[in-house]
């Protein structure tokens, strides 16, 4: 008889710290008691089994895998990647197939859970179906060579956004390879209409993942009826969402959060605060926004991470870095296992040259984004000290 009860008991306990865990998560996020358990529940017919089972019970628990779970987990976030492009001509590449370019920053992402960045281009050696230009002449497409997505690897990357207006450049070539490339090294993404969300586990603890865009073949950022049902399911599911975005207007004249839908040359950007504010009502964790080329504020929202525009990363050759262009935040965020913001900080990095990121002793990325934070978002909990270190100030 023993034998069989056994076990069912490991079975049961198993199901009630994962049902437990699931309860503890939902309560954090809105802050309100644990939600009793339904009579009929398996957690409730627990306490009777155990008391028949009487002696056995120590055993049982001995057979009960323990689960390593981390108390903190970090999540580093960065912009636009474009490591180099082989088209419209080689000239556009990095020296030393671009083994140089993150050499400055990589120390950053040393020891991260998670290292995040929007890759702007397509993984593609040759050929593919070109983008069609409304004008020739200003016709910036992005190809980087197979060897790009190692660099990526190499500096830390395992988590990136295929939703930009440059994933697409070279048509359903461009995206297989793409995606065959990140899958090879384990380097997960999302973003596409194949691939919009995902999920993934690392160190025993559940990531959901999903990215949005105005742009064709991405799931939609002015779409935030689907958005939110995206979110909610990857909350049902995971233990921290986060959650990417490439919207608002371009350039040094955008810097600021408008909390209103964004038009640049005619297109719907999005409405980047209120779809932030959804995505974290809806479960997300941590939102790492880009698209303006520029930096723009940060925010803890419902004890949630939220950065608006992490700017220009790695733009190699064909990017204007000037100014604030040139300027490329590094999000390195402290969450619990749970995604609630601890702590973290805007590392600065600049582009030099032709678009090549290194550590920028002047701070002026952070200092940029304190500046902005301030003034766009005053209700905001946090302050940002000159080194660009985030405190969190509970109400
Ligand atoms: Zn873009």
Redesign the pocket.
């Given at each position: 008889m023993l034998k069989f009860i056994r076990p069912i008991l490991s079975l049961l306990l198993l199901l009630l710290a994962f049902v437990a865990c699931k309860t503890q998560k939902q309560a954090s996020h809105t802050a309100a008691p644990p939600a009793a358990a339904p009579r009929d529940s398996t957690i409730q017919a627990l306490p009777d089994t155990i008391r028949v089972a009487g002696p056995a019970d120590t055993a049982v628990v001995d057979t009960v895998p323990v689960i390593p779970q981390k108390d903190s987990l970090v999540i580093t976030g960065v912009g636009?990647i474009m490591l180099g492009t082989n088209f419209p001509e080689t000239y556009y590449l990095p020296p030393n197939e671009g083994k140089d370019m993150l050499a400055g920053v990589a120390h950053v992402f040393a020891g991260a859970d998670v290292v995040f960045g929007n890759l702007?281009g397509v993984i593609l050696d040759s050929a593919g179906t070109q983008k069609k230009c409304r004008n020739p002449k200003a016709c910036y497409l992005f190809r980087s060579p197979s060897y790009m997505a190692n660099r990526l690897h190499e500096a830390g990357f395992n988590l990136l956004s295929v939703a930009?207006?440059?994933a697409g450049d070279f048509g359903p070539e461009g995206r297989a390879h793409t995606a065959k490339m990140l899958d090879s090294l384990g380097i997960h993404y999302a973003g596409n209409l194949q691939q919009p969300f995902i999920v993934f586990a690392q160190e025993g603890i559940k990531y959901g993942f999903a990215a949005f865009s105005p742009n064709k073949g991405t799931p939609q950022i002015t779409d935030i009826a689907r958005a939110t049902a995206t979110v909610a399911h990857l909350d049902s599911l995971c233990d921290v969402v986060i959650v990417s975005f490439?919207g608002g207007a371009e350039g040094s004249k955008y810097t600021s959060v408008p909390r209103a839908p964004e038009y640049f040359y005619g297109e719907d950007r999005g409405d980047v605060y209120h779809f932030a504010h959804a995505m974290v009502d809806a479960g997300a964790d941590i939102i790492f926004g880009h698209?303006p080329h520029v930096p723009r504020a940060i925010e803890v929202y419902q004890g949630r991470f939220i950065a608006y525009s992490l700017g220009n990363f790695a733009t190699y050759g064909r990017f204007n870095l000037r100014g604030v262009n040139g300027l490329a935040p590094i999000a390195r965020i402290v969450v619990s296992n749970r995604g609630e913001f601890l702590t973290g900080r805007i590392i600065s990095a600049r582009q030099v040259g032709w678009g090549v990121p290194e550590i920028d002793p002047e701070n002026a990325a952070a200092r940029l984004i304190e500046e902005l934070s301030k003034k766009d978002l005053p209700e905001s909990v946090i302050s940002i000290d000159e080194s660009g270190i985030i405190s969190y100030l509970h109400p």
């Open positions: 636009d702007e930009n207006n440059h490439h698209g």
